[in-house]
Nanobody
């Protein structure tokens, strides 16, 4: 019922920055949590960041202080600003929206960080 379109991935050297965007195909209430996950080859998909109304954003320990999640409710878009990128951040990044008991996923965007 909801399409999520991601953009902003690419190639960057260690220490560089990227900004990921994920736009929903229809309006999403600000109270609905949105998040970013990533999956590296041979590893399980993990939560990177989550944003929920009225609460501080959540971040996995490995990205704390470097990544910032935000959202533009008028555009139904969630962002992930990634600074000081490390080779360990290399993965396919997926945005996530859970509404009415259903998980919706973006198509995935590749982030590659070279050393």
């Amino acid at each position: 019922q909801v399409q999520l379109v991601e953009s902003g991935g690419g190639f960057v050297q260690a220490g560089g920055s990227l900004r990921l965007s994920c736009a929903a195909s229809r309006s999403v209430f600000s109270s609905v949590p949105m998040g970013w996950y990533r999956q590296a080859p041979g590893k399980q998909r993990e939560l990177v960041a989550r944003i929920r109304s009225g609460r501080d954003p959540d971040y996995t320990d490995s990205v704390w202080g470097r990544f910032t999640i935000s959202r533009d409710n008028a555009k139904s878009t969630v962002y992930l600003q990634m600074n000081d990128l490390k080779p360990e951040d290399t993965a396919v990044y997926y945005c996530n929206l859970r509404v009415e008991g259903i998980n919706y996923w973006g198509q995935g965007t590749q982030v590659t960080v070279s050393s």
